[in-house]
């Protein structure tokens, strides 16, 4: 009776594996328990008999293997960013190729970059193919409607797609005010997004609602696409490009690159880096000279684009 009693106070057996059997509070299978299970314990005796050699061309092939990717890694690394390099090098003389056009208004931004000095951005403003947008930008730049661009932020800046500014209001984005009143309509778009530099207008609530707002292309987003391609949003208006200052461009792409050491120790907001980009002064450098001989475009032009 006193073993039955014995017997029936024992717990049940809850599980066996690796043929070891585990009662009531055993039943977890600790790690002490399973590294004593018959297969566990037959291939650490395999292990120990096998030769000292062979553990040791074992563990060579795995840093073989090891250093085989980890080189193939840095070697890729590098021939991305010589491609890079070159595509957007090859985007820059793009853009700074273009034609000088007499009598196109050229208007400068001074930008500092998280609070360092101030690099100059020259722009030629092609009036001769959208009058308006080319005479809105103009105006707030040189602020003789009461209103301008300095001190004005870029509150939207994409690492090699844009740096979107122009809120001259509130410098969060919501705003947008033309010196027409009013919003304007969009106009032919001729140019194409050929790289860093092109100067677009940012119709923000749709087509035929341009205000002030803008945007600085910092690249063609995507490798795929080719020079001569890549096409603004529908609605946006490509009106001018860098013709001077493309260092300064660099610079605020470089402001929110993951390349950037300081963001190492930059706060991150909602996943977006925290960087500082103002418009420190702008204004008008004059007009593309005429051609010998045709000064008087140079005045008509400019003319034609206050009409």
């Not at 661009?149 to 947008?176: E, P, W």
């Not at 020079?227 to 660099?250: L, W």
């Not at 593309?288 to 005045?299: I, L, M, Q, W, Y």
Request: aromatic letters at 8%; hydrophobic letters at 40%; proline letters at 5%.
């Amino acid at each position: 009776a006193g073993g039955g009693g014995r017997a029936a106070a024992e717990p049940p057996l809850r599980m066996a594996v690796g043929g070891v059997r585990c009662r009531g509070s055993s039943a977890g299978m600790t790690a002490r328990t399973l590294r004593r299970t018959p297969e566990t314990l037959r291939a650490r005796e395999a292990q120990k008999s096998a030769p000292a050699g062979e553990s040791s061309a074992r563990f060579m092939r795995r840093g073989a293997m090891w250093a085989f990717g980890a080189t193939g890694i840095v070697f890729g690394s590098y021939v991305l960013g010589v491609y890079l390099s070159h595509e957007i090098g090859t985007q820059e003389e793009a853009v700074l190729g273009l034609p000088l056009v007499a009598g196109c208004p050229l208007v400068y931004m001074d930008v500092s970059v998280n609070y360092e000095a101030p690099q100059r951005i020259v722009f030629q403003l092609r009036s001769d193919l959208c009058p308006k947008a080319a005479e809105n930008f103009r105006a707030l730049c040189t602020g003789e409607k009461g209103f301008s661009y300095q001190h004005t932020r870029f509150f939207d800046v994409s690492f090699n797609k844009y740096a979107l500014g122009g809120d001259f209001m509130t410098g969060s984005g919501r705003d947008s005010a033309s010196i027409y009143g009013e919003p304007f309509e969009d106009e032919p778009c001729e140019l194409a997004v050929k790289g860093p530099g092109m100067l677009v207008m940012r119709s923000r609530d749709g087509p035929n609602n341009n205000g002030s707002q803008f945007y600085i292309s910092l690249g063609i987003p995507t490798i795929a696409n080719k020079i001569g391609v890549s096409k603004p949003i529908e609605g946006d208006t490509v009106f001018g490009h860098v013709v001077d200052g493309m260092e300064a461009v660099r610079a605020i792409n470089f402001a929110v690159s993951a390349m950037n050491p300081k963001h190492m120790f930059t706060v991150s907001r909602g996943g977006a880096m925290l960087y500082n980009v103002r418009v420190v002064a702008c204004g008008q450098l004059g007009v593309v000279p005429a051609a010998e001989g045709d000064a008087s475009v140079s005045e008509e032009a400019r003319d034609d684009a206050a009409a």
